[in-house]
């Protein structure tokens, strides 16, 4: 069973960048099977999918279109975990951000992290 | 990208079935078989509940099935519980992303 935990600052400040972090247990980042998205839920918006990293020989990204350009998601083989960093934030980046194991599906998700974009 | 549409709101009676549409476009839910469904319960992670159209996960109840004809998908709850209310996604993938639906309301009468 995987299970996925989100880490970061729950405050940003407008215009600076949020980044935060999924670790990984019973799974490998690198697995040949899987993906692993950043998805965020607000009130105004419901759930907003915003990207993914994944391994099939090298590594490949993808990306929403409403985030591309802003956005970018790193794999950490060594800490078995992957990155969000998201550039220029305004206070409309402000959700309940969720990493995911993506089989095809969203399969499984964490919990989630509130993230506040406000001065 | 835009999202999906889904009915903000859909009710029923206990016992009742109800249906959830999700309208897309010929790029997304009318290109591909990877059309998935999630439950929202607020403050806990989305549960799947439907893969690959119709594929319910092991241990979700069969009271939960899937479709999709042309550009629109469809999830029918049958026997409608209380438990069931919740908030409902689909999602689709477009090529190289996933897109969103609104999100619907479950409501059980």
């Known amino acids: 069973q995987v299970q996925l935990q989100q880490s970061g600052p729950g405050l940003v400040k407008p215009s600076q960048t949020l980044s935060l972090t999924c670790g990984i247990s019973?799974?490998?980042?690198?697995?040949?099977?899987?993906?692993w998205d950043w998805i965020r839920q607000s009130p105004s918006r419901g759930l907003e999918w915003l990207g993914r990293?994944?391994?099939?020989?090298?590594?490949?990204?993808e990306y929403a279109v409403s985030v591309e350009g802003r956005i970018t998601i790193t794999p950490d083989t060594s800490k078995n975990q992957f990155s969000l960093q998201l550039n220029s934030v305004t206070p409309e980046d402000t959700a309940l951000y969720h990493c995911?194991?993506?089989?095809?599906?969203?399969?499984?998700w964490g919990q989630g992290i509130l993230v506040t974009v406000s001065s | 990208q835009s999202a999906l549409t889904q009915p903000a709101s859909v009710s029923g009676s206990p016992g009742q079935s109800i249906t959830i549409s999700c309208t897309g476009t010929?790029?997304?839910?009318?290109?591909?078989?990877?059309v998935s469904w999630y439950q929202h319960y607020p403050g806990k992670a989305p549960k799947v509940m439907i893969y690959d159209v119709s594929i319910r996960p092991s241990g979700v109840s069969n009271r939960f099935s899937g479709s999709k004809s042309g550009n629109t998908a469809s999830l029918t709850i049958s026997g409608l519980q209380a438990e069931d209310e919740a908030d409902y996604y689909c999602?689709?993938?477009?090529?190289?992303?996933?897109?969103f639906g609104t999100g619907t309301k479950v409501t059980v009468l």
């Open positions: 010929s790029s997304d839910v009318g290109a591909y078989k990877f």
């Open positions: 990293t994944y391994y099939r020989s090298r590594w490949y990204n």
């Open positions: 999602v689709s993938y477009t090529g190289s992303r996933y897109v």
């Open positions: 019973g799974d490998s980042v690198s697995s040949n099977g899987a993906a």
């Open positions: 995911a194991r993506d089989l095809g599906y969203l399969e499984s």
